[in-house]
């Protein structure tokens, strides 16, 4: 199960964004917004140009182990 996989306890809450990773998509709302929800894990299924800004902004909010890329 991908939740093993990626170290997510059966009774997290998770919040899945699909789609690539650009400005339109609007990935960097859900990863800021997450920092109010400290019970909530997010997963981003995609590839794109705006991973490492997705990272980096995830780890200035301290949120970075909240936050999973699984790989496709």
Known sequence: MKRNELGIDASDFV???VGELNTNKKHQVIIRAIQEMPDVKHV???KGALYKELNK???GLCVDRRVFYPRL
């Open 57 to 59: 902004l995830a780890k």
């Open 44 to 46: 981003i299924v995609g």
């Open 15 to 17: 919040v899945i964004s």
